[in-house]
């Protein structure tokens, strides 16, 4: 199998967690990725440390590669502030640690998070915990 038809069955996979996120099948089963394309969906985990947003005397554990935020119900985290989009950031596993990417239209480049970084979404103001 060439890697634009890997890329394709990866591609068919991720449409089709998208739409079990939204639908949420009755069966409850998570779908794996097609084994020929596992070594493109291989991103490291965070391991080791436990790094998690606090909002509101609240932690809330990051454990994906990718986290994203909004005030839209297919997020991971979700914000209930009207100056929030519904698909506001991203938080993306790179080099050991998260980089905010903010998906709005004044999006600058991604920022590095560490612990205790603070940065505010919309009215709220989310600070970084890292264990």
């Not at 199998?1 to 009755?26: C, Q, S």
């Not at 509101?56 to 986290?67: D, E, T």
Request: overall charge positive; glycine content about 8%; hydrophobic content about 35%.
């Amino acid at each position: 199998m060439n890697t634009l038809d890997r890329l394709e069955r990866l591609a068919e996979y991720l449409i089709e967690g998208a739409f079990h996120r939204l639908f949420r099948p009755a069966s409850g089963k998570k779908s794996s990725p097609p084994e020929e394309t596992r070594e493109l969906v291989a991103v490291p985990r965070p391991a080791g440390r436990q790094w998690r947003l606090e909002l509101n005397n609240r932690q809330i554990s990051l454990a994906g590669p990718v986290v994203t935020i909004g005030r839209g119900p297919d997020n991971d985290i979700i914000l209930g502030d009207p100056a929030v989009s519904r698909h506001h950031a991203q938080l993306r596993w790179r080099d050991g640690r998260y980089y905010l990417h903010l998906l709005t239209a004044s999006a600058g480049p991604p920022v590095p998070l560490a612990a205790g970084t603070q940065f505010q979404l919309g009215q709220t103001t989310l600070r970084v915990v890292v264990n």
